[in-house]
């Protein structure tokens, strides 16, 4: 899309410049590069989200891990809760 759209604005460019066209003549290609400046920016957006749910659930599944490793391991610290000990060997680790 984005060679379409330097396609587009370098025909408007010449057509304008080099063979002096009327403005009203170029109304069609206007609008398609209206449309493909839309559809990049969509397409953009989509990335955007797409990796931020990727990631989110990336996250999700490693607490999940880190949750599963933490029920694993046996109370050798008295008095403490299996959270702080597995806050202090993150924060070691």
């Not at 206007?30 to 990727?54: D, H, N, P, Q, Y």
Request: glycine share 8%; hydrophobic share 45%.
């Amino acid at each position: 899309m984005l060679v379409g759209q330097a396609t587009l604005i370098a025909s408007i460019l010449h057509a304008l410049i080099i063979e002096h066209a009327d403005k009203s003549t170029l109304v069609a290609q206007f609008v398609v590069l209206a449309v493909v400046i839309c559809l990049r920016a969509a397409c953009s957006w989509g990335k955007e989200i797409t990796g931020f749910r990727c990631g989110e659930e990336i996250r999700r599944h490693m607490r999940q891990l880190i949750l599963e490793k933490l029920n694993t391991w046996p109370g050798i610290y008295p008095g403490k809760t299996r959270w702080h000990m597995g806050n202090t060997h993150l924060r070691a680790g």
